[in-house]
């Protein structure tokens, strides 16, 4: 692989970290504002409250792929230095 190229993959996998990183910066669910939305329309907003409870990523999935990217680049830079 050239330079060129493993240069451009770190680039791209460190702009994926920091996406990733600023989604679990605001990846929490307001249940306070959940609640109150709940009470004033009488149980309905459960439902929504619900839908949301079920496909929130969570943090821990959040934190496997800054992992895993945090990983591919030690091993393109590993390859730069090599190379």
Known sequence: MTEAKVKNKIKNAENRLRKVENELGNNSINHILHLILSFFTGGLWLIVWLFIGLFHTSDNT???????IENEIDDLYSIEIEG
């Open 62 to 68: 959040l934190i496997n792929k800054i992992t895993k």
